[in-house]
């Protein structure tokens, strides 16, 4: 239990520390001994094994398998795809001793399974009668980051990484897209997370990949996070790696593949999109507790509150909700609320003589602290839809936000201001160079989040030559 | 696919081969780069998730949540608890480098987490109100080892590891004791493995434990398998890592602990026990796919067989079973029959234009061989009762082995030679003595599996000294 003393630091008065304040005392994580490594804590968990069984639903209806592959990479395996090793070399712990030998040859702790993979693969695929080949994974990855976060960015993650390999060019595209898409809609149905979609600019493309595909999410503060990406590796691995296959003219081909990827920072930008002074805001779907039942008693009625709040308790899990009742006797109501509040927990349920007296129950919304008295015979119904509209509401509030929060700049003069005072995600058309798209990263601390799908042309207003429209932001 | 001309290995003459081949041909596990590490693959992995799916909710129904912990542990923490790394120091794989920089402290991938989970423990615990703590993870861990086998003893494996805090000694026994039932219940349950349940000897306890309850399996070979333990580890790493709390008369004291896994060389007890010349039998209830149907088809009516069975397919499948079609028109179905008996399907669905006219289909047990006719229309339900039957009969097949495989010798003399001749499982009297178990394990490689709860005297046959009753077997 949170101390009763505790203040959770305000969201628009010091946003970091109100982000570690949340983490901690919502107890959804914890900071392990090795740097940048931590405990995910049950509630926290709890939050991701919702977002496991939401994707890995939606992988498997759309014919992905999971498998599970090695953690240790050994160096050479890293090293066969050159672009590949430079983008991950710097961020790598490396296993040099094992049972109390030396090692012959040092071993990578896998920081994307791409290269060990693809030697699995190698042998996997042999005919055109093998293809596609859809799999997943979800395992944990390591990458040696300076600065951590907790979810954000750490050293240690969890995650999902899916490994496909297709006969054509155009087969991994579309599955690339398709991945994308599948993100994209359980961001919005399941996170109720508004993510843009789009291409990343070759500097920020997957290290080996011929084309990155990108959910971006706008966080509460104005900053943007990269919330999960699709790779279209195209013949990259596959000639690094040797993978080949005879097709139906009996002639030996390279196949095209793809690598998509969603992890534990997703639980990040969940916290920044919906959280608020109050502490954690939780869409229904991904709550590990969808209402709490708050008993209010006096000492005299407090036997009869006691069954009645049990007895609504049983009826509510019997009806398959995720539901709790708060029968702890050393606070009161009112610390019970904050601490709820704290959590995140969508609906609160209160329950008092004077409501039993009426046949009723009191209903408070997490989203918007409304209050509704409803009748307790219709409980279970009542329940499930005001969950869907809360579900729906975060969904709509968040929008508004993103909505409010992106704008195009008609000058390099207007696109600084609107970064440094306003942030949020920002269109203007970039020219198509490296130098331009370093020189605004490096004079506003914007970056390309990604290029629209629909191509729009104009004049970049940096450098004042013709390009395509481009999203930028202030990124986590 | 397996090439049509591979013919399996017989389990009777060679048995170590026919384990290999048949995961290879099987499609359940590939070698990795690193020696001792396997990809498990779609069809072995699509096993491991219906495990898990059944313990998870097994332990979610009494209590237990699942969170996550780092995966490197460093060395100073293994050091705190002395038996502990004692034990699992020879198997350790170390991480040195990270990030290009030497580190400070080496850290080790963990072999099992009660070292860095006590820590955690340590500030997560601190009043009575705090406890039990039931918590459970689901991930991988590494041991060196020197010899591999897929499976059974792989360097790298995945498994779940639970973790609980208990305020009295009592509790942590319960606690311990609780977990091997559930386990003993998903054996028999989802897994038809009819385990035995005792308790370890000191030599084969887990290193920190105060005690150690096993779930021990006869293989098909009369080799015994220690399929999950869980342990009383009292206060032992309470002490080691300091963790305490106060009581409820405000006194600090250290808690109890208990620790329990089971891992994925479950699936190599599945193929042991249950496997024979044809290949894998799976149990229903944990089978990737429970029924595969057939057609059989000649030029002139194949579009009418296909037709139906795909028409029958989408029943099935309506029907909430895990089924499959086999459409390819490659093979025969002779071919086809080998390939689903190979993987282990528990049932074949044949359907021919005979059947067709006659409204009937033709189910074909994989356990006994033993084939039925039943009508077309009341087919999902003699499916159901189908799969049911042949869930309780390969309980009751492997029971039965296992019964005539427990013998009772009255000689050390019989002893070495059911051992030597016969194997399973031998029970005798044991003098609670190291000297006689190591004498006992170097004349016979036996090994003392587990020591039954019931207590029962008697004289240890080897030295002549009384003793209580234990179960030995050559273990895998």
Known sequence: MVEATEKLTKKSEDPSRWYLDLIRMAKLADYGPVRGTFAIR???????????????????????????????????????????????????????????????EPLAIRPTSESIICDFYR??????????????????????????????????????????VHATAE???????????????????AMALPVLTGIKSPSERFAGAVETYTCEGLMGDGRALQAATSH????????????????????????????????TRTIGGLILVHGDDRGLKIPPKLAPVEAVIVP??????????????????????????????????????????????????????ELGPKDIEKGQVVLVRRDTGEKEFVGRRGMPESLRALLAEIQENMLHQATEFRNANTRRAETYQKFKEIIEEKRGFVII???????????????????IRFLPFEREEGKDPVSGRMGRTAVFARAY
Chains 1, 2 share one sequence.
Not at 252 to 263: E, M
Not at 316 to 332: I, M, T
Not at 435 to 441: G, M
């Open 232 to 263: 279209d590796l195209g013949q990259n691995f596959a000639r690094a790696f040797d993978i080949t296959f005879l097709d139906e003219r009996q002639e030996r081909v390279y196949p095209y593949q793809t690598s998509w990827g969603l992890s």
């Open 123 to 164: 042998n996997w695929v042999q005919s055109y009668r093998d293809l596609p080949i859809l799999i997943n994974q979800w395992c944990n990855v390591l990458r040696w980051e300076k600065v951590t976060r907790p979810f954000l960015r750490t050293a240690e993650f969890l995650w999902q990484e899916g490994h496909t």
């Open 42 to 104: 049950p509630y926290g968990f709890a939050i991701w094994e919702r977002i496991q069984c939401d994707l890995d639903g939606r992988f498997k209806a759309t014919g992905h398998q999971n498998a599970y592959f090695p953690l240790l990479i050994p160096e050479s395996y890293l090293k066969k795809e050159a672009e590949h090793v430079e983008g991950f070399d710097p961020e790598l712990a490396w296993v040099t001793i094992g049972g109390r030998e030396e090692l012959e």
């Open 429 to 447: 058309p970039w020219d198509g160079t490296e130098e331009t798209e370093a020189r605004i990263k490096e004079e506003t601390k914007a970056t």
């Open 296 to 349: 209010i008693w006096r000492g005299k009625n407090k036997a009869e509150v006691r069954k009645e709040a049990e007895a609504l308790y049983s009826e509510l899990k019997g009806s398959g909700f995720r539901v709790e009742v708060d029968l702890d006797e050393e606070h009161s109501p009112g610390w019970k609320f904050n601490e709820h509040e704290l959590r995140g927990v969508p609906v609160r349920v």
């Open 171 to 189: 087969e991994a595209r579309e599955e690339a897209l398709k991945m994308l898409n599948i993100y994209r809609d359980c961001f919005y149905e």
